[in-house]
């Protein structure tokens, strides 16, 4: 029997990583005006400007630990 080059335990984190990034980018989305000549400043808030970046560098520290991570398989 051949061994897999990742662990269940390691799939798992790696789903986890992608859906806290896709997270991170739906927080990033929005802040459009409906009329061009009206600036808005809904772009410019703390959720697109300091969560969203935080949120999709944690999901990428979670692929890299699921990537790098030696995890023992039960076998």
Do not use: H, Q, W
């Amino acid at each position: 029997m051949t061994k897999m080059a990742i662990t269940p335990k390691g799939l798992k984190l790696l789903l986890a990583g992608l859906i806290v990034m896709v997270s991170g980018y739906i927080l990033m989305m929005g802040g459009g005006s409906d009329n061009p000549e009206v600036f808005n400043y809904a772009m410019f808030d703390f959720r697109r400007l300091v969560a969203a970046p935080i949120v999709i560098i944690a999901g990428i520290i979670i692929e890299i630990v699921a990537i790098m991570g030696t995890f023992k398989s039960k076998e």
